[in-house]
Antibody, heavy 121, light 106 residues
Framework: EVQLVQSGAEVKKPGESLKISCKGS????????IGWVRQMPGKGLEWMGI????????RYIPSFQGQVTISADKSISTAFLQWSSLKASDTAMYYC??????????????WGQGTLVTVSS | DIQMTQSPSTLSASVGDRVTITCRAS??????LAWYQQKPGKAPKLLIY???SLESGVPSRFSGSGSGTEFTLTISSLQPDDFATYYC????????FGQGTKLEIK
């Protein structure tokens, strides 16, 4: 059974750093892209970027380039999303999702349960 | 950037109704479109991919059609479990979601 299990909710202060995780199981983690999607409170879904864990090829949506870093550690079948300096506007639910293809942007067939990030002073 | 516009933003309907949600792309995306259902507090769920292919396990009352710039998601006979928010997603160039359509009980 394919599963994406995300790390737990976080409460941080503005300016702090953060790294959240998404562990894949039940499939070949290195063979499929994983993406990150933001959902701000009461709002819609926004793609942030995708990574191919096999070689760490990473593609960002332009509006998120430089704002976050997406990475993966294939030895532990885990993808990461990190911030170096959080802002209140980063408060959102963040989902990871698996893309059922080996090359670039696509639809998603499995999703993690979401990680709620709250940034408040 | 390819923009995706869904209509309506909110739709009120009753159990048993046939409903249609429209998604328009700002430029041609061929058939590179998917539809998702999201319930409050839950992750989105894939319903339709490549405009008209039904994801395994999704009830046959859901169907998708269209190509180019205009697409539709149709639910042939609404069930109580179908009241949720629906999103379209293009994956022709990068990927973007529509703003969502909230399907409410009338």
């Amino acid at each position: 059974e394919v599963q994406l299990v995300q790390s737990g909710a976080e409460v941080k202060k503005p300016g702090e750093s953060l790294k959240i995780s998404c562990k894949g199981s039940g499939y070949s983690f290195t063979s499929y892209w994983i993406g990150w999607v933001r959902q701000m409170p009461g709002k819609g879904l926004e793609w942030m970027g995708i990574i191919y864990p096999g070689d760490s090829d990473t593609r960002y949506i332009p509006s998120f380039q430089g704002q976050v870093t997406i990475s993966a550690d294939k030895s532990i079948s885990t993808a990461f999303l990190q911030w170096s300096s959080l802002k209140a506007s980063d408060t959102a639910m963040y989902y990871c999702a698996k893309l059922p293809r080996t090359s670039g942007w696509y639809f998603t067939d499995y999703w993690g349960q979401g990680t709620l990030v709250t940034v408040s002073s | 950037d390819i923009q995706m516009t869904q209509s309506p933003s909110t739709l009120s309907a009753s159990v048993g109704d046939r409903v249609t949600i429209t998604c328009r792309a700002s430029q041609s995306i061929n058939s590179w479109l998917a539809w998702y259902q999201q319930k409050p507090g839950k992750a989105p769920k894939l319903l339709i991919y490549k405009a008209s292919s039904l994801e395994s396990g999704v009830p046959s009352r859901f169907s998708g059609s269209g190509s180019g710039t205009e697409f539709t998601l149709t639910i042939s006979s609404l069930q109580p479990d179908d009241f949720a928010t629906y999103y379209c997603q293009q994956f022709k160039s990068y990927s973007t979601f529509g703003q969502g359509t909230k399907l409410e009980i009338k």
